[in-house]
């Protein structure tokens, strides 16, 4: 683990719907969570070794500065490159302190996460839901067993949704990124209605999701070397089916769109795409009122 400084710390977030600002800010490059599948180790995010982690040591007065500037208040959204409660966030707290600034500043956040660490800031949290706070758990799976194999250093997805229902039971907004799933692995009806039936009791709002995965160079040799440890044969299957496609889809999406539909709608749990929030935020309706 190393310090960088960094030379700017948020950007616009094109992802968000709504007429209000929307803003990226990760505080960490890289992530310890080692999952198997992850798509910022590709070429392009230029992250040479992903599982060295780097945080942006000036990262809290450069947030400070920039939220400082900006003359309409909007939504932060975090964890969509590197995981903000990693391991190292224990100790280093950074995205603790992100949190603090950004409630200051009265702007809203949206976190993805797979860690049940998030519950250490609910004070934080409900500090933050006045303007706008929402919490996304990362699920592609509530099987523990198969999550170790495919997410290795992550919290298990009993921790999150056991975590997830005291953030409900809080009065945090909750949610669920059914993504990705994996081909020939993840990608059937028993693992898609379980995740929407214990993402339901835990108190998940909505849930947004995607058939099917990512694959390009360096995500690609990683992934593939993952399966030949894990799952001997499947990389075969993987080449026959996607050869070097970037999008690689369940070749049952079209059926298990229609299991999450039917299991949505049994659970009452809404289907959303990504970036749409659970809600207004209370600086929207501010805004209109003034």
């Known amino acids: 683990m190393k310090e960088i400084k960094a030379k700017t710390i948020i950007s616009p977030f094109f992802g968000q719907s709504g007429d209000f600002k929307s803003y990226t800010y990760n505080p960490y490059r890289g992530c310890q969570h080692g999952c198997i599948y992850c ?4 070429l392009c995010y230029g992250i040479d070794d992903f599982e060295d982690i780097s945080y942006k040591g000036n990262a809290i007065d450069l947030l400070k500065r920039e939220l400082g500037r900006k003359t309409t208040k909007g939504i932060i959204n975090t964890g969509s490159m590197s995981d ?14 992100s949190l603090q600034v950004i409630a200051d500043y009265r702007f809203g956040v949206q976190i993805i996460t797979k860690s049940d660490l998030v519950t250490r800031d609910l004070g934080l949290l409900k500090r933050l839901s006045k303007t706008y706070c929402c919490i996304v758990f990362t699920l592609t799976t509530v099987d523990d067993p198969l999550a170790r194999i495919v997410e290795p250093a992550a919290p298990l997805p009993s921790k999150r949704l056991q975590a997830m229902r005291t953030l409900f039971e809080n009065g945090i907004d ?21 995740i929407v039936s214990a993402a339901a009791k835990a108190g998940a709002g909505f849930i947004y999701s995607s058939m099917g995965m990512t694959l390009r160079d360096r995500q690609r040799e990683y992934y593939y070397s ?18 070097d496609s970037y999008s690689c889809r369940s070749l049952h999406s079209r059926i298990l769109m229609n299991v999450l539909m039917n299991a949505a709608q049994d659970h009452g749990v809404s289907l ?3 970036g749409e929030l659970s809600r207004k935020p209370d600086f929207e309706d501010q805004i209109r009122l003034f």
């Open 174 to 194: 909750v949610g669920v990124a059914m993504m990705p799933i994996l081909p020939f692995i993840q990608d059937n009806r028993e693992n898609i209605s379980s």
């Open 226 to 243: 993952r399966l030949d440890e894990s799952f001997p044969g499947l990389r075969e299957r993987y080449e026959r089916a996607f050869a």
């Open 84 to 97: 903000p409660y990693m391991p190292a966030e224990e100790k280093l707290e950074l995205t603790r302190r």
């Open 39 to 42: 798509d910022s180790r590709s």
């Open 272 to 274: 959303r795409s990504f």
